[in-house]
T-cell receptor
């Protein structure tokens, strides 16, 4: 089954404690992306990657890091989480970067930073 | 400016009625305009999408109308059903000139009354 998986699905942490949210896709997609969803703001793009070792900032990259060492994985790293990073996070992937037909989203990770 | 403005924030429609959600964009480099549907606890899923070379696209009960000169596009849901109750996001993305980013609207919560 074609899918994007994220782990963990729910996470409660404290300010300053480094965390990683994993994302993996099994569709051999080149393009992967991270979004955060906040009420009244829709989804905002954090980082995206057009291929292995190629990443770029989205609209809200501050406080986040990503890496793309393998095509299937695109982890999101919060080096020193703060309460304003409490949010619902989605990973997404799609095929050829020129073919924007379908972006597949993961099930989401709900993060609470105390 | 790379904003996508979506209205209304929420919408209540009687079963069998027409639901209309509007979006406006600013960046003329955008060349792909998808609509996503999101149910509670799930990631967004692509519903229908359009490119600026056509003014309308219809898939079943869902139609996108696109006005390139006004930089506006809208989603029409005909014969709305209670199962259509969800949050809808419009989005805009650009290829090479648009930086491969995807910009989402703030979302519209649709409730279809039985």
């Amino acid at each position: 089954e074609a899918q994007v998986t994220q782990n963990p699905r729910y996470l409660i942490t404290v300010t300053g404690k480094k965390l990683t949210v994993t994302c993996s896709q099994n569709m051999n997609h080149e393009y992967m992306s991270w979004y955060r969803q906040d009420p009244g703001l829709g989804l905002r793009q954090i980082y995206y990657s057009m291929n292995v070792e190629v990443t770029d900032k989205g609209d809200v990259p501050e406080g986040y890091k990503v890496s793309r060492k393998e095509k299937r994985n695109f982890p999101l790293i919060l080096e020193s989480p703060s309460p304003n990073q409490t949010s619902l996070y989605f990973c997404a992937s799609r095929g050829d970067r020129r073919n924007q037909e379908t972006q597949y989203f993961g099930p989401g990770t709900r993060l609470l930073v105390l | 400016q790379q904003q996508v403005k979506q209205s209304p924030q929420s919408l209540i429609v009687q079963k069998g009625g027409i639901s209309i959600i509007n979006c406006a964009y600013e960046n003329t480099a955008f060349d792909y305009f998808p609509w996503y549907q999101q149910f509670p606890g799930k990631g967004p899923a692509l519903l229908i999408a359009i490119r600026p070379d056509v003014s309308e696209k219809k898939e079943g009960r869902f139609t996108i109308s696109f006005n390139k000169s006004a930089k506006q596009f809208s989603l029409h849901i005909m014969d709305s059903q209670p199962g259509d109750s969800a949050t809808y996001f419009c989005a805009a993305s650009g290829g090479r000139t648009g930086g491969f980013k995807t910009i989402f609207g703030a979302g519209t919560r649709l409730f279809v009354k039985a």
